[in-house]
């Protein structure tokens, strides 16, 4: 039975946008609409032209026998530029100052719209590069991975401080935490990543990058391949960072406890989702 193109086009969409990054071949939804080859192809520009111009990112068919359709999840500057505003805004809040300086972020993390958002803007920066896995480190990050895990189609891992009996054989390394030099252990479980994987590390909040430093070595316990590093927000830090190329939506450039003062300023994403669309 044919399938109407409005119902077509919402439910080839809805697939697209589920499957990201999985090339999917035309005759698959030739099969799935009883439709002519030429009438998906239609459908296709359609979504094509309304994700470009509402910068939900690229859909791309490759031709050939072992070609078809792809989805690339994006964002477009303006899209990113409005929702960094905002979330600098929000982060600037002077109610999210907590004792000792520090920021109460989870109810910006926990926000189903607001991560949503966030997991595109961080995959937009590496939808074009082979990544097998999104690495943070238990707990505020890993809403993060897993959104951005989802744009990308491709699973997360958790690196944890402490062992889980449930996690099995686990490998682990000492780090130096930059921001309080004291020397910290995280580990991460021997099933969890395979040998020679591309991975993206991301985090809620970084300052001396001790943390991310860790995870970067833990990478090259499973001989696996850095990617990118992109955090949500970064923190001035007056000593020496230990990760020095990084990606950061958001920059808290001071807190003041005394006047109860946050000021926050954009990170240096769009400069890098820039020279991304320039290249």
């Given at each position: 039975m044919k399938v109407r193109r409005s119902d077509r086009l919402i439910d080839m969409t809805s697939y697209l946008l589920d499957h990201p990054r999985e090339l999917i071949s035309l005759p698959f939804f030739v099969r799935r609409y009883d439709s002519a080859k030429s009438s998906i192809s239609e459908d296709l520009a359609i979504i094509k032209r309304t994700f470009l111009t509402r910068g939900l990112g690229r859909v791309q068919t490759l031709p050939g026998a072992a070609g078809g359709v792809q989805y690339l999840p994006g964002v477009s500057q303006s899209v990113a530029t409005g929702f960094l505003e905002m979330m600098a805004l929000k982060l600037a809040e002077k109610e999210r100052l907590l004792p000792g300086g520090y920021l109460y972020l989870s109810d910006l993390l926990g926000n189903p719209t607001y991560l949503r958002l966030i997991g595109r803007l961080i995959a937009a920066l590496y939808v074009d590069r082979q990544v097998d896995a999104v690495m943070t480190v238990a707990t505020k990050g890993i809403p993060i991975a897993q959104s951005v895990a989802t744009c990308l189609g491709v699973p997360f891992v958790i690196v944890r401080r402490d062992a889980k009996i449930t996690e099995?054989?686990?490998?682990?390394?000492?780090?130096?935490?930059?921001?309080?030099?004291?020397?910290?252990?995280?580990?991460?479980?021997?099933?969890?990543?395979?040998?020679?994987?591309?991975?993206?590390?991301?985090?809620?909040?970084?300052?001396?990058?001790?943390?991310?430093?860790?995870?970067?070595?833990?990478?090259?316990?499973?001989?696996?391949?850095?990617?990118?590093?992109?955090?949500?927000a970064e923190a001035t830090f007056s000593g020496q960072?230990?990760?020095?190329?990084?990606?950061s939506l958001l920059n808290v450039v001071d807190v003041d406890t005394h006047a109860n003062e946050i000021k926050v300023e954009l990170g240096n994403y769009l400069d890098k989702l820039t020279a991304l669309m320039t290249d």
């Open positions: 099995g054989a686990t490998v682990s390394v000492n780090y130096v935490s930059a921001s309080s030099s004291r020397i910290e252990k995280m580990e991460l479980s021997k099933r969890s990543l395979p040998e020679g994987a591309n991975v993206v590390i991301v985090d809620d909040f970084m300052k001396g990058g001790g943390t991310i430093h860790g995870m970067h070595d833990l990478l090259k316990e499973f001989e696996a391949e850095l990617v990118g590093i992109t955090v949500f960072r230990v990760e020095n190329e990084y990606t």
